[in-house]
């Protein structure tokens, strides 16, 4: 089993940046991607961006894309997520989430495999 712990939410002013940060430890020679989601209050969780782990190939949702970047450190364990010019609509609980399985990398709800979440940390931007 990997645990998850984010870090790194804030509340911020648009146009701001923050870099939240991911630290996954125990079974991680099994990981075969990690991501972000997040959840707005009163919305469902929707996927942010998402990063393959043998060779850092990421995907993006089209609200964030270009201003926000996820990258990891295999040797650390950690993945990040840049977030630029950040907008009031970028206000959410951001969840990280791991996958040991390809399927489960591109849709967690899928019953292959298993999958992490993390706690969650809010990220809150005002106008």
């Known amino acids: 089993q990997v645990l998850l712990g984010e870090s790194g939410g804030g509340f911020v002013q648009a146009g701001d940046s923050l870099t939240l940060s991911c630290k996954a430890s125990?079974?991680?020679?099994?990981?075969?991607?990690m991501g972000w989601f997040r959840q707005a209050p009163g919305k469902d969780r929707e996927f942010v961006a998402r990063i393959r782990w043998n060779d850092g190939n990421t995907y993006y949702s089209d609200s964030v894309k270009g201003r926000f970047t996820i990258s990891r450190d295999s040797a650390k364990n950690m993945m990040y997520l840049q977030m630029n010019s950040l907008k009031t609509e970028d206000t959410a609980v951001y969840y990280c989430?791991?996958?040991?399985?390809?399927?489960?990398?591109?849709?967690?709800?899928?019953?292959?495999?298993?999958?992490?979440w993390g706690q969650g940390t809010q990220v809150t931007v005002s106008s």
């Open positions: 989430l791991v996958t040991d399985n390809a399927p489960r990398f591109f849709d967690p709800t899928v019953p292959v495999g298993s999958a992490s």
């Open positions: 125990g079974s991680t020679s099994s990981v075969y991607g």
